[in-house]
């Protein structure tokens, strides 16, 4: 049944994106495509449970190299889409 | 039980913060609060998440984070511009390479069914070709290694082999559980299928790549989420998923092809098929382009990523202000596979402070093509190769193009004479009404510049 659960909720993420990124322009790719894959680092999550309930020697390491991983996608993600995005400005009097 | 609850409903939150945030992302206005709001439900989740208090060792994760954020936040701030390809590829590889490693260790929390011994081959098996896709990417890109696509013969029955010893591997995992070699099997071979499955793409193709990857790292995200049963990582993993396939189609369909051509033909690699090309080559000194562009009174830029690797973002701005002055009004195009990202020109142009109401997409463009006295190619080639639209044996044939050559004159900053990434010879460089400016860009147009100033 959980895996029936979980499925269900794929499809639903699955069609939601689609509509969602459907509609962002052309001109906002880059940072759509580095922020979302800020949003992929959410492995972080995965890796902070992996470390933590980690018993043994090799998965605290496994665990601890994939927060590592995780946390620079996250954050390098996300500061580098912001410092991209403070950048897309309207200019004044710039056009009619 | 009512900390579990807790910890859910937080994952609903953030799942909410990830929605908005990309439905933000939308439009340049709100797309840096879209950002912001994308990071906070980042930051939720991984909160609630170390609140579990099934977690004991807060000392290794608090190492892992500080480690990650201080390479994460080197590299955002340091990167340049045009190097912002790069950028994501590397991140692109490290979310897999996450990914692939919270597979591995979940093998080693409590049993597992089959189900989730599936879903843990899966994310190791995504992940696992995602880092070495996103490496050989990287390389390509930075140019450490050749951009060419590398092709053998036997190349397809070799991916083929990959795959049958994965499965194989996989399968014989499930039934032994316990014998780690198995798993070490995956991921060598994931490992190896990685590099086989980016090594044969050329470097034109690889705005293509990149939202591939951008897509994989997506599911793998997801996979590692049925591994442990995470419903965030499910959803986020399924929006970025979802994101990077449809910026591949976007790529595809802007270069008119399907994606198994691009995937599998070694495009760049592609023999010409001589299409005899009339009338001569017209050079033109940065003096005589000056003189043409005081009396133009409508000026079209349109920016390859020839712009990127001179620099030459900032010099065009302010040729722009120049013009602008003159009174003539400038307008950029943009086209889709531009540069070696989707929207790598507009985010350099935003750099140099280009207003984003300036720039056209390839569709608003052409309709008034006519009534632009110039175009200025910088550094794009195929993208205005006018043998898209009319000859029928080239290999680009039927691609939407930018009809620059439909302007009254049509400068084309380049190099020399050396044809694009794609090796095709461009006709608009024998047009009558074409003019080539020849030098670096950045050169070019700081000489035009101070011609106005003189």
Not at chain 2, 413 to 436: D, Q, V, W, Y
């Amino acid at each position: 049944m959980e895996a029936i659960f979980l499925t269900f909720i794929l499809m639903l993420s699955i069609f939601l994106g689609f509509e969602l990124i459907n509609k962002v322009p052309a001109s906002l790719h880059t940072p759509l495509m580095s922020g979302a894959n800020a949003i992929s680092g959410i492995t972080l999550v995965g890796a902070v449970i992996s470390a933590g309930e980690g018993n043994n020697t090799f998965t605290i390491v496994l665990g601890t190299l994939a927060v590592v991983f995780a946390t620079v996608n996250v954050v390098g993600g996300y500061l580098v889409t912001d410092r991209m995005l403070a950048m897309f400005k309207k200019k004044e009097g710039g056009a009619k | 039980m009512n900390i579990l609850f807790l910890i859910n409903l937080s994952y609903v939150a953030a799942a909410i913060l990830f929605i908005y945030g990309l439905k933000e992302l939308g439009s340049p206005a709100t797309a840096r609060r879209g950002n912001m709001l994308s990071s906070a439900g980042m930051f939720i989740a991984v909160v609630v998440t170390l609140l579990d208090k099934q977690i004991l060792d807060y000392k290794w994760i608090l190492l892992g984070v500080v480690i990650g954020s201080i390479i994460g936040a080197f590299a955002a701030r340091t990167v340049a511009m045009t190097g912002m390809p790069e950028m994501v590829a590397l991140f692109n590889g490290s979310g897999g390479l996450s990914s692939l490693l919270v597979g591995f260790a979940a093998i080693f929390l409590e049993s597992n069914s089959t189900f989730t011994l599936i879903t843990i081959i899966l994310s190791i098996l995504i992940g696992g070709v995602t880092f070495t896709g996103s490496m050989v990417a990287y390389g390509k890109l930075s140019e450490k290694i050749s951009g060419k696509p590398v092709l053998f013969t036997g190349q397809q029955i070799l991916n083929i082999l990959l795959v049958v010893g994965i499965v194989i591997c996989g399968v014989m995992f499930e039934l032994n559980p316990d014998n780690l070699n198995f798993i070490y099997g995956v991921i060598a071979l994931s490992f190896l299928l990685g590099i086989m499955v980016v090594i044969p793409i050329g470097g034109a193709d690889m705005p293509v790549v990149i939202s591939l990857l951008n897509s994989y790292s997506g599911l793998a995200a997801c996979a590692a989420g049925f591994a442990i049963n995470n419903i965030i990582l499910i959803v986020a993993g399924s929006l970025v998923g979802a994101s990077g396939i449809i910026l591949t189609n976007i790529m595809c369909k802007a270069m008119n092809r399907s994606l198994s051509n691009v995937l599998f033909s070694g495009f760049g690699s592609a023999k010409q098929i001589a299409g005899a090309v009339e009338g001569e080559v017209k050079p033109i000194s940065a003096e005589d382009a000056f003189y043409i562009l005081e009396a133009a009174s409508n000026v079209l830029i349109v920016p390859g990523y020839g712009m990127a690797v001179a620099q030459a973002q900032h010099v065009v701005k302010e040729l722009q202000e120049l013009l602008e002055k003159n009174g003539a009004e400038v307008y950029y195009a943009v086209h889709p596979v531009a540069g070696r990202m989707p929207g790598h020109m507009n985010v350099l142009l935003a750099e140099a402070d280009v207003s984003y109401d300036l720039l056209l997409e390839m569709e608003q463009a052409n309709p008034r093509m006519e009534s632009f006295d110039v175009a200025m190619v910088i550094g794009a080639n195929d993208v205005v190769n006018p043998d898209a639209r009319e000859n029928e044996a080239s290999p680009i044939y039927g691609m939407p193009i930018i009809n620059v050559d439909h302007a009254s004159t049509v400068f084309v900053l380049k190099r020399s004479m050396a044809s694009g990434f794609a090796g095709i010879e461009n006709p608009l460089f024998f047009k009558p009404n074409t003019r080539m400016l020849f030098g670096d860009a950045k050169e070019s147009i700081s000489t035009v510049i101070r011609e106005f100033g003189s």
